[in-house]
C-alpha cells in the first residue's frame, strides 16, 4: 500500500510561481517513477512531469522551460516547482507514483487546486 499527500496548491496571478510537493509513505519498494499529473474541468487528466529515482525526468511540452521537477529521495518526496504560470495551467494536480516516467502508475494522492487568475 502507497499513500501519496499533496501540498502547496492556492491561487496565484499570471507569471507567478508555486512550489508543489507530494510525499510517499507505505510499501514504496515498487516506485521507480513519481510524478504529476494534472486535471481541469472538463478535460482529461493529463501529464505534466514525472521522475524516476535516478533522476531522469519528462515534461509535458507545454510546461517545458517553465516547470521544473525535483525529488529528494530520503525523504520520498516530490516537488514540482511552477514557474511563469499561466491561467491554462489551472487545474486540479496529481501526484502519482509508480513504475515508468510516461504512463501513470496506480497510486494516486488527492489532489492539490492550483488557480492562476487576475
Known amino acids: 500500500q502507497v499513500h501519496l499527500v499533496e501540498s502547496g496548491g492556492g491561487l496565484v496571478q499570471p507569471g507567478g510561481s508555486l512550489r508543489l510537493s507530494c510525499a510517499a509513505s507505505g510499501n514504496i519498494f515498487s516506485i521507480n517513477a513519481m510524478g504529476w499529473y494534472r486535471q481541469a474541468p472538463g478535460k482529461q487528466r493529463e501529464l505534466v512531469a514525472t521522475i524516476t529515482s535516478g533522476g531522469s525526468t519528462n515534461y509535458a511540452d507545454s510546461v517545458k522551460g517553465r516547470f521544473t521537477i525535483s525529488r529528494d529521495n530520503a525523504k520520498n518526496t516530490v516537488y514540482l516547482q511552477m514557474n511563469s504560470l499561466k491561467p491554462e495551467d489551472t487545474a486540479v494536480y496529481y501526484c502519482?507514483?509508480?513504475?515508468?516516467?510516461?504512463?501513470?502508475?496506480?497510486?494516486w494522492g488527492q489532489g492539490t487546486q492550483v488557480t492562476v487568475s487576475s
Open positions: 502519482n507514483a509508480g513504475l515508468y516516467l510516461t504512463r501513470p502508475g496506480l497510486h
